[in-house]
């Protein structure tokens, strides 16, 4: 069965320091991958998505993950993070032939001014 | 676009009574998905529809748990009858063929 790890549970940070989540999924074949966040009390909003193509991606806010199939790895990176990006961070795979995501647990992210 | 609409966004009840979430997915979307949000659990996908068909509904807790979706612009999730560990964030979310989900802003459930 698919599944995805995240193995940072909760990070904490102060503004400017750089960031990197890790997620790891399980699967051999051809995956979508994404990275959600879900900002305190708020629903999950995309944040970027790897269907095929360069393997490094960029999303909003000044994230980009990094595709290494070899590693089976979709990390999530920041270069300089800050206060308003303290929220959870779900990484989410799915496989070509279904519909359904599967999430990891989650990352929950705090930054300190 | 409106996006996904969920209703009621907040609901409070008493156990045992019956509780019915509704959700409009985008317009074009052929996928419709229930989840759950809970501080134990994480996020649990409850249930799925393609083209108003559930395709996949093993994460439905149990019987009480029902959810259908009538036609292409409409789906409910029912809890009947209700208990106080039904209490979460349900979330729907859609999605166009093989394509990225939009969520909707959850209906916040509490179960007295």
């Known amino acids: 069965a698919q599944s995805v790890s995240q193995h940072n549970h909760h990070v904490i940070l102060s503004e400017a320091a750089s960031l990197e989540l890790g997620c790891n999924y399980s699967?051999?074949?051809?995956?979508?991958l994404f990275w959600y966040v879900q900002y305190p009390g708020q629903h999950l909003q995309l944040l970027l998505k790897?269907?095929?193509?360069?393997?490094l991606v960029k999303g909003i806010k000044g994230f980009e993950a990094e595709f290494i199939k070899s590693k089976f790895s979709f990390n999530l990176r920041k270069p300089s993070v800050q206060w308003s990006d303290t929220a959870e961070y779900f990484c989410?795979?799915?496989?070509?032939?279904?519909?359904?995501?599967?999430f990891g647990t989650g990352t929950r992210l705090q930054v300190f001014p | 676009d409106a996006g996904v609409i969920q209703s009621p966004r907040h609901e409070v009840t008493e156990m045992g009574q019956e509780v019915t979430l509704r959700c409009k997915p985008i317009?074009?979307?052929?996928?419709l998905f229930w989840y759950r949000q809970t501080m134990m659990r994480g996020l649990e996908l409850l249930i799925y529809?393609?083209?108003?068909?559930?395709?996949?509904d093993s994460g439905m807790p149990e019987d009480r748990f029902s959810a259908k979706m009538p036609n292409a612009s409409f789906s409910t999730l029912k809890i009947q009858p209700s208990e106080p560990r039904d209490s979460a964030v349900y979330f729907c979310?859609?999605?166009?063929?093989?394509?990225?989900?939009?969520f909707g802003p959850g209906t916040r459930l509490l179960v007295l």
């Open positions: 317009s074009g979307h052929n996928s």
């Open positions: 529809f393609n083209n108003n068909v559930p395709i996949d």
């Open positions: 790897y269907f095929s193509g360069d393997p």
């Open positions: 979310a859609s999605s166009g063929t093989k394509e990225t989900q939009y």
């Open positions: 989410a795979v799915n496989a070509l032939n279904t519909d359904k995501l599967i």
């Open positions: 699967y051999g074949g051809t995956v979508n």
